[in-house]
């Protein structure tokens, strides 16, 4: 006898939910009074709950990811013609989808020119350490294995990407973690660690100070964001980015940009490293490689790191001993070549750089009005907006309070986003990233619901 609930009977679905659904980074003490929020429709910026109530989405899924925006009938129709004709073989064989992705991104890419395929961001990551971790044993007998990251960053949710995780929020209580992972203090001005004239070097010097503290030739590599995502929207003062590049070169270690967020994009260029001119030794991307329509992430890497791995192939150990069994189904290629396609067609990338610049004037003229706002920062269609109890002393904005703003918003049918449970004391900041296709009146719409929300919580 068939026991599927029928799709249409939500009451049923709602209740389904309620007895069975664990919730991804929630507390559900409250669905045992109040029913689970159930997205069941969207299209361009747009989505429906289960009430039949309509959302402007401001942060593209909640975490920064339909970058096309929903309803896209042609990547739906590629993946669909794609599972039809052939859905899946392990990544030891290739693909029609795979290879001409593969290609488009590498395009994309100047300087890289290997693609290993899996479906999250963080097993991404953790493919980039397995491969730093390898070296190190083929080159220096182990030794240089050290992964440097840095505080407010994130790369993942298993233990591995976890070690390399500067969120103490979201790090408590999952411990130990995996040894070798080493950090280095964040980059937000706004918050500087000491008062000098060029912070960006300084903060990028701070680095160095780690590397030489834990000796060169025991780190194998740097692990960053472009722009930190989830510890604050930050986006390096100028300089960093020069004298990160000149440090990795004179210590021999290798760079891993971690894209999962700004990646094929979110910033105004392909990917967010593009804007500051460096060059990486490894590439992670996920959320917006498909926007969502399938699973995909990617690690794109280099000939010279993709040499190391088959320069004795009489040694049986010499090659990447690595598998991601979903790194063959087809749908997240299928999907990521329409997704690339529809960027280039209409021009999000333009669209991205001018509704990036409009949102960043709307946010500063809302600081004119609403003290609470600190500091307005980002790149591209990723903002943010800092809150603060005073603008002298820079005291945090209460995390009850900042929620507050999103669920008032929420209550206006706009979806905001704040960091939450990341950094101890400092989950005050709000985050905007609409769909590449955001228009004028969808950016105003979007502040005018803040600045709502912000009158009604503040005063
Ligand atoms: C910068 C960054 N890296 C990695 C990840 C992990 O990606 P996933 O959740 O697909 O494993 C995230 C997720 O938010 C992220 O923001």
């Known amino acids: 006898m068939n026991t599927a609930i029928n799709p249409n009977d939500l009451t049923a679905v709602i209740e389904a939910d309620r007895a069975h659904l664990w919730h991804h980074l929630m507390q559900h003490k409250p669905l045992e009074t109040n029913d689970p929020k159930i997205m069941v429709e969207g299209k361009g910026m747009r989505v429906w709950d289960a009430t039949g109530k309509e959302h402007l989405d401001a942060v593209s899924g909640a975490v920064w990811t339909v970058n096309v925006g929903y309803g896209r009938e042609r990547i739906a129709k590629a993946v669909y013609d794609q599972l039809v004709k052939m859905n899946y073989f392990a990544n030891t064989a290739g693909s029609i989808p795979g290879s001409i992705f593969a ?9 890289m020119s290997r693609v290993y395929y899996t479906n999250s961001g963080s ?9 730093v971790r390898q070296i190190a044993h083929k080159r220096y007998g182990g030794k240089k294995h050290k992964i440097l990251y840095r ?12 070690s390399g995780g500067g969120q103490l929020e979201r790090n408590a209580q999952y411990g130990p973690f995996t040894p070798g992972f ?11 660690q000491v008062d000098v004239e060029n912070y960006g070097e300084w903060a990028a010097d701070q680095i160095e100070a780690v590397i030489l503290r834990e000796g060169p030739d025991t780190v194998g590599a740097l692990c960053l964001e472009p722009v930190t995502a989830g510890g604050g929207v930050i986006e390096a003062p100028d300089g960093y980015w020069p004298r990160v590049q000149e440090i990795c070169k004179k210590y021999d270690i290798l760079l891993h940009i971690d894209e999962v967020v700004c990646g094929v994009g979110r910033t105004g260029t392909w990917f967010g490293y593009q804007h500051y001119g460096i060059k990486p030794d490894f590439v992670t991307m996920a959320k917006g490689v498909a926007s969502g329509y399938a699973a995909i992430a990617c690690m794109v890497t280099t000939d010279e790191v993709f040499d190391m791995f088959k320069d004795d ?14 790194g063959g189904c087809t749908a997240g290629p299928a999907a990521a070549v329409e997704n690339m396609k529809i960027i280039e067609e209409e021009n999000l990338l333009a669209n991205t750089t001018a509704m990036g610049a409009r949102m960043i004037d709307n946010l500063n003229a809302l600081s004119e009005k609403h003290k609470v706002i600190g500091d307005v920062r980002g790149k591209g269609l990723f903002c943010g907006a800092e809150l603060v109890m005073d603008r002298g002393t820079k005291e945090p904005a209460a995390e009850k309070d900042v929620q507050a703003v999103v669920a008032n918003c929420m209550a206006q049918g706009v979806i905001i986003g704040a960091t939450n449970r990341s950094v101890p004391g400092f989950n005050n900041t709000l985050c905007f990233s609409p769909a590449l296709i955001a228009t004028a009146d969808d950016i105003d719409a979007i502040t005018g619901a803040v600045d709502t929300a912000l009158t009604k919580v503040f005063g």
């Open 103 to 111: 290609e488009m991104l590498i395009d994309k890419m100047p300087g």
């Open 151 to 162: 505080e407010r960053d994130y790369h993942g949710s298993t233990i591995a990407a976890m």
């Open 123 to 131: 097993e991404a990551n953790e493919k980039a350490f397995k491969m």
């Open 313 to 326: 192939s009489s040694d049986p150990l010499n090659y990447f001993r690595d598998i991601s069994t979903f």
């Open 182 to 192: 080493v950090e280095v203090p964040h980059c937000l001005e706004y918050r500087a």
